[in-house]
């Protein structure tokens, strides 16, 4: 099994800047790439942006351009900066990782709530 604890999200106003971080343990071995997904209240979930090991990211288009994607492979963390936010990027953000071995299934983190105010 895979652990993921996600920290990072908070209040900020529009046009701010926050950094998510998501931090991996247990069964490293069965991950590659990483992620973020977002939720916003009455919408489905929606990929935000990924990352690979090798370091290819992909991305969302409504955050092309203002959100980034890294990783630290040797502490097993994810980020994902986030600048210049709107109010439509409210959402709880989680952190998302495939286990590499097992077809169609997910490691989740327990979420964070981003806030952005207008």
């Known amino acids: 099994q895979v652990q993921l604890v996600e920290s990072g999200g908070g209040l900020v106003q529009a046009g701010g800047s926050l950094r998510l971080s998501c931090a991996a343990s247990?069964?490293?071995?069965?991950?590659?790439?990483m992620g973020w997904y977002r939720q916003a209240p009455g919408k489905q979930r929606e990929l935000v942006a990924t990352?690979?090991?090798?370091?290819?990211?992909n991305y969302a288009d409504s955050v092309k351009g203002r959100f980034t994607i890294s990783r630290d492979n040797a502490k097993n963390t994810v980020y994902l900066q986030m600048n210049s936010l709107k109010p439509e990027d409210t959402a709880v953000y989680s952190c998302?990782?495939?286990?590499?071995?097992?077809?169609?299934?997910?490691?989740w983190g327990q979420g964070t709530q981003v806030t952005v105010s207008s």
């Open positions: 247990g069964s490293i071995f069965s991950i590659n790439a």
């Open positions: 990352i690979t090991t090798g370091g290819r990211t």
């Open positions: 998302n990782a495939p286990d590499i071995y097992r077809p169609n299934y997910h490691y």
